[in-house]
């Protein structure tokens, strides 16, 4: 089961979403995060951590959807 994993070619590495929560960090519309946010959460559940600065989460946990997904909401947050 974990070599059919490891296999598995992600389509989007680590320096791509490094530049993706680089965006994601200038963000400052609360509902646009929030968006962000539910993505995180619908793909990875629990995973993150909260305190009073923020929520954190690994982008590396992420599936490719998810962050196709997040790539197209800061695509379009960046046009308007």
Do not use: H, P
């Amino acid at each position: 089961m974990e070599e059919e994993k490891s296999s598995v070619k992600r389509k989007y590495n680590s320096n791509i979403r490094k530049k993706i929560l680089d965006k994601i960090k200038k963000i400052k519309d609360k509902n646009e995060l929030v968006a962000i946010f539910k993505v995180v959460n619908r793909d990875i559940g629990n995973s993150f951590s909260e305190n009073k600065s923020g929520i954190y989460f690994n982008m590396n946990l992420l599936s490719d959807d998810a962050v196709e997904e997040i790539i197209q909401m800061l695509e379009i947050n960046t046009i308007t």
